[in-house]
């Protein structure tokens, strides 16, 4: 019995990190447009729609105890937007060209805010967190469908 | 025990977000003072219309745009504020015409100001706004038949709105935007400190702690 206690205490730590980067990300991402008024160009909003709902879909799956149907709903949303979060990296970094890019109202989705050390842009974070969710999720559905 | 850490958490997360915020308008009001200590033309420019008697010690800047309804709405407020301190306080009017078409509406404000008239279109453009600029569908021939109103000449004001210098003026106050991060209008400063937090309360407090300061009783 000790040995399954162990495995759940796992998994919930894991769920709780990934809760923790979704938490810390949308923080982040409400800072950037409300006290620093960065305007979020459309793909911003796109993983936005993908980001903001992991919050409480991952938060509920901690409680009372680890729920494995958290990655069911958890991981379509981390995926999408992963895939969103990569191209727009790709965009903003000028591998695809700008002309093709659906945004043409408002603010440009390559319209540079913010670089980290010069090179880590907001896409890029948001990419960064974006798979690692995907990961995290990953490694819990391996793990809980043994 | 999983409480208190998701709990903990949220509680983290949301002092980190109050004190970023924070941090970020002192850095902001530092910045903006250092402006208006060393560049107070970014705030007042020649050709800026000023209401209010030269010898005020409190600059009340308002970029604005005649079209904006939240600028309208704050005319009367703005007015009575003024009113109530007479002599003290200087309202100077920069455009932030931010909106696309909304130039023109600046333009017919600055020729009716060749024609002398300049508060008194203000005051009836605001009024109204509504007739002319309802719900983002903007009819400029509408001012024609409402500005005889307060005695301008029409057809000498079609002249003169497309005169190269307010064109000038536009283009001036549109880079001092920029400059100084106006990013909604009305963009209030008050001896150059930005209105941080937008709302009729705020600008109240903001141009008494000025009076104060200037006035002191």
Known sequence: MSQSDHAAKINWTLLFLGWLLVSVSTTISLFFSSVLEYQPCVLCWYQRICLFPMIFILGAGLFPTFDKSVIKFALPLATAGGLIAFYHTLLYAGVIPENIQPCSKGVSCTEKYFELFGFVSIPMLSFFAFSTIVALLLILKRRTSK | ?217
């Open chain 2, 1 to 217: 025990m999983k409480y208190v850490l998701v709990g903990l958490s949220c509680v983290l997360l949301i002092l980190a977000f109050i004190a970023g915020s924070s941090y970020y308008k002192d850095q902001q009001i530092e910045k903006y003072g250092f402006m208006a200590e060393k560049n107070a033309e970014l705030f007042v420019r020649d050709h800026s219309p000023t209401l209010g008697s030269d010898d005020a010690k409190v600059y009340l800047v308002e970029f604005m745009d005649p079209a904006c309804e939240t600028c309208a709405a704050f005319e009367p407020f703005v007015k009575k504020i003024m009113n109530s301190n007479p002599g003290k306080i200087k309202l100077v009017i920069r455009y932030a015409p931010f909106h696309d078409g909304a130039d023109n509406f600046v333009k017919i404000l600055e020729a009716a100001r060749m024609q002398g008239k300049y508060w008194e279109t203000l005051d009836m453009m605001f009024k109204t706004q509504n007739i002319w600029a309802s719900h983002g569908h903007w009819q400029p021939e509408r001012l024609w038949e409402i500005l005889p109103q307060v005695g301008l000449d029409i057809e000498q004001l079609k002249k003169d709105m497309h005169d190269p210098a307010i064109a000038k003026i536009i283009e001036q106050d549109m880079a001092d935007v920029k400059a100084l991060d106006v990013q909604k209008t009305p963009g209030y400063f008050v001896n150059g400190k930005p209105l941080q937090v937008f709302g009729y309360k705020q600008l109240h407090q903001l141009i008494q702690s000025e009076l104060d300061a200037q006035y002191p009783k």
